[in-house]
Nanobody
Framework: QVQLVESGGGLVQAGGSLRLSCVAS????????MGWYRQAPGNKRELVAR???????NYADSVKGRFTISRDNAKNTVVLQMNSLKPEDTDVYYC?????????????WGQGTQVTVSS
């Protein structure tokens, strides 16, 4: 069974930095896109950053210039470096990975890691 485990969330003051890491495991041969999403209670899950297998990244407008997504295909890991954090970045952050299966791609999600930014 594939599982994604996030780490690196926590409490930080505005202007600070956090680095979120997500490691996929479970007999994975290939992963397509990986990304980070965030969701607050009552809100829709929204894209924060996404990166293709070949390293092409895109970001939500609200985080451009502050967040950087990267991945290590050999380690099945995706990292989100978050700088200049703002209180509005407070959310639960979820890792997503598109796992290549024999006849389809399956999206897997991590359990989420809490990011809280105080003013």
């Amino acid at each position: 069974q594939v599982q994604l485990v996030e780490s690196g969330g926590g409490l930080v003051q505005a202007g600070g930095s956090l680095r979120l890491s997500c490691v996929a495991s479970g007999g994975i041969f290939s992963i397509n896109a990986m990304g980070w999403y965030r969701q607050a209670p009552g809100n829709k899950r929204e894209l924060v950053a996404r990166i293709t297998r070949d390293g092409i990244a895109n970001y939500a407008d609200s985080v451009k210039g502050r967040f950087t997504i990267s991945r290590d295909n050999a380690k099945n890991t995706v990292v989100l470096q978050m700088n200049s954090l703002k209180p509005e970045d407070t959310d639960v952050y979820y890792c997503n990975a598109g796992i290549v299966m024999p006849l389809r791609e399956v999206a897997y999600w991590g359990q989420g890691t809490q990011v809280t930014v105080s003013s």
